[in-house]
């Protein structure tokens, strides 16, 4: 029996009793569902080969290989493989693979024009202790915001790159380093659900457009603080054979990062876009 419970209060389902490998449409349709109602969703307990993660995510959109282009799987580019690869030949710990996602809340995309609809990840080795991903309802954050800034805010978009304002690009090759801004509704609705959010990534934007440098630093800094409301996340620890989705275009996420460095953390990660073909 397909059972569906909450996670969090307003963001988080988790789905048992199923077999991603077995689901027909009909099969699917509440997974789906559970998606845009909860934006993260948990499927446990799951046996997959590549192809067959690949295939099951193609239900929710088109894969996109991501931009950092070291750490794509050897042969399959539209997989990342998080967590390998941490230690240098000189025995130093990688910092920006072993905090990948830890440096603050982000959402995943930003800087394509169009963003990442949704990321999906597969676990392959947890560690013992620590290594949790959160997560938290961007719906939340702009129901939360006072009314001036959402007025303030409306019809305004914030310039975003991969590295940000401190040109964090270290996993990009060099030719991938230097693309123009791509340009976003900070309050944006979402294209299925017709919900507004705040989409924002303070590790991403460059600048608010039209607001004078100062205002702007001061906008983003407020939205920095804004981005997390405490009845609105969800917290998932990690099992071997977790599937978890979560929908870019209504939450934040951020790794905890603080395993063990020397224990293995190993992920399958593909990006996902709408399924109609654009930009970026
Ligand atoms: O490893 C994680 O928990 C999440 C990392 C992350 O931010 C991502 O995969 O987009
Ligand atoms: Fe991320």
Known sequence: MVTISRMGKQIGAEVKGVDVNALDEAGFAPIYRAFLD????????????IEEFLRYSRRFGRIQP????????????????????????????????????????????????????????????????GGDTMFASMYAAYEALPEKLKTRLEGVRGAFTYGGRRNATAL???????????????????????????????GKILYI?????????????ELTAAM?????????????????????????????GDYPPYEDRIHWRVSIKEYAEAAA
């Open 38 to 49: 909860y934006n993260v969703v948990v499927v446990p307990e799951q046996t997959l080969t």
């Open 66 to 129: 991501h931009p950092s282009k070291m750490t794509r799987h050897p042969d399959i580019p539209e997989i990342t493989v998080l967590g390998v690869d941490k230690f240098a030949a000189n025995g130093e710990l990688n910092q920006a693979v072993y905090r990948r996602g830890a440096e603050g809340w982000h959402t995943d995309g930003a800087y394509d024009i169009e963003p990442f609809k949704a990321t999906q990840l597969y676990a392959l080795a947890i560690p013992s202790t």
């Open 172 to 202: 990009l090759n060099e030719e991938d380093r230097h693309r123009e801004p791509a340009f976003h509704p900070i309050i944006r609705v979402h294209p299925e659900t017709g919900r507004r959010a705040l989409y924002f990534d303070p």
């Open 228 to 256: 997390i409301q405490p009845d609105a996340q969800y917290r998932h620890k990690w099992r071997v054979g977790d599937i978890v989705i979560w929908d870019n275009r209504c939450s934040f996420h951020k790794a905890a």
């Open 209 to 221: 457009e039209g607001a004078d440098p100062g205002e702007s630093d001061a906008l983003i800094e």
